[in-house]
């Protein structure tokens, strides 16, 4: 979501007489967006009280949710307006949407499909971990029985402490 400029137009207008038989200018804001196609969109304002009755959300919630600035708002004359469509984008936004049944079943099945690969991948990792331990002494057994073949008893301490994995050998002196 692109950041948006915004201009606020003051027009006044006359309301109708009241019960009292007054009528009064009643100032009107709008706000002008510069949407992202370069035209223009009127904002919708209401009051707080309005877009509550309208809108079925309490007066609180909407107080709560213009102090976050999640929704457009201006106060003229002490009077919290508050704009009817940044109201419907935030809801659209954060509303959870019904999830259709064959892109429920397509998830699953996705799901399962990944759980399967890593449940092969563990076993395979197992496999090689029991493998190894089973044939760790045929290893070593090998490894001695190439080491008897050294003449040398240096060379050959050295070829079984780095075959065995012992390199803090004392026949391995590197320094």
């Known amino acids: 979501m692109g950041v948006h400029k915004y201009s606020i137009r003051y027009e006044h207008t006359k309301q109708k007489k009241h019960s009292g038989g007054l009528s009064s200018p009643q100032r009107h ?69 019904e999830l259709e049944e064959d892109y429920l079943k397509q998830l699953i099945q996705e799901k399962k499909a990944e759980c399967e690969a890593t449940l092969a991948y563990f076993e395979d990792e197992l496999y090689l971990l029991k493998t190894q331990k089973l044939y760790q002494p045929l290893f070593h057994i090998v490894i001695e029985e190439l080491g008897a073949l050294i003449t040398d008893d240096y060379q050959r301490e050295i070829f079984l402490a780095i075959s065995k994995g012992e390199p803090g050998s004392p026949a391995i002196s590197w320094g």
Do not use: C, H
């Open 29 to 97: 804001a709008s706000i002008v967006r510069n949407n992202q196609k370069g035209g223009y969109s009127m904002a919708d304002w209401l009051t707080l009280k309005q877009l509550s009755e309208k809108r079925g959300i309490p007066e609180n919630t909407l107080r709560y949710w213009k102090s976050l600035n999640y929704i457009a708002s201006s106060t003229i004359d002490n009077v919290v307006m508050l704009d009817d469509n940044s109201v419907t984008r935030f809801l659209d936004a954060n509303q959870t949407k």
